[in-house]
Every structure is written in structure tokens, then in C-alpha cells.
């Protein structure tokens, strides 16, 4: 199953483009879902993290964060 996943992830961020109206839309969501005003470089920052992420799953890298890490935001 890992092996499927991480094509699946594969062709989902080459299929990704992060442009203004998407970064537009996720800042919609973050702001509904943080009851704040989230800025355009926020949301782009975030955005692009995201897709980070899943680039490196694709890789076939494990994404760890200690207990300490999460508590930390």
C-alpha cells in the first residue's frame, strides 16, 4: 500500500498548480476555519508548505514531529 500511496501523491502534486486563485480559495478556508483574517503571503506560505509536504511523502520520506515539536506552535 505504501508504494500506491506514494504514486498517488506523485501525480497529485505534479498535477497541482499553485496560483492566485487557489491561494485565494485557501485563504477563504483558513479564514472560516481560524475565525481571523488570514493575509494573501499567509495563505501562500501555508499553501506551499502543504504541497511541500506532499512532495516529500511522494519521495517516499517520512515526515516525523516529536510531542515537543507540536506543542511548540
Known sequence: MGETFHNLVSIMTKSF?????????????LEQQNEREIKYD?????????????ETL???????ASKDELDGR
Open 17 to 29: 498548480k499553485i496560483d492566485n486563485e487557489a491561494i485565494e480559495e485557501l485563504r477563504v478556508i
Open 58 to 64: 511522494a519521495n517516499g520520506r517520512t515526515i516525523t
Open 42 to 54: 499567509e495563505a501562500e506560505q501555508i499553501g506551499r508548505s502543504l504541497v511541500t509536504v506532499l
